[in-house]
């Protein structure tokens, strides 16, 4: 089995990568929005808004956060 990143063979304790570089690189990636579950489902503007309202009326206290 050859690593996803660089295609060396893999070490076990870094599996499937080579390394922690790999592994690391690998994690980047995810958090930064490169890598991506792809979603046939359109983001409806209205359906957002309901589910914000409803989520609000079950907890008051809540505050909309700003995302990061």
Do not use: Q
Request: aromatic share 6%; charged share 35%.
């Amino acid at each position: 089995m050859s690593c996803p990143i660089c295609g060396n063979p893999t070490v076990k304790k870094y599996r499937p990568f080579c390394s922690k570089r790999c592994a690391d690189l690998d994690l980047a990636r995810w958090m930064n929005g490169s890598y991506a579950v792809p979603s046939l489902r359109e983001e409806d503007p209205e359906e957002i808004a309901e589910a914000l309202e409803e989520a609000l009326r079950e907890d008051p206290d809540a505050t909309p956060k700003k995302p990061h």
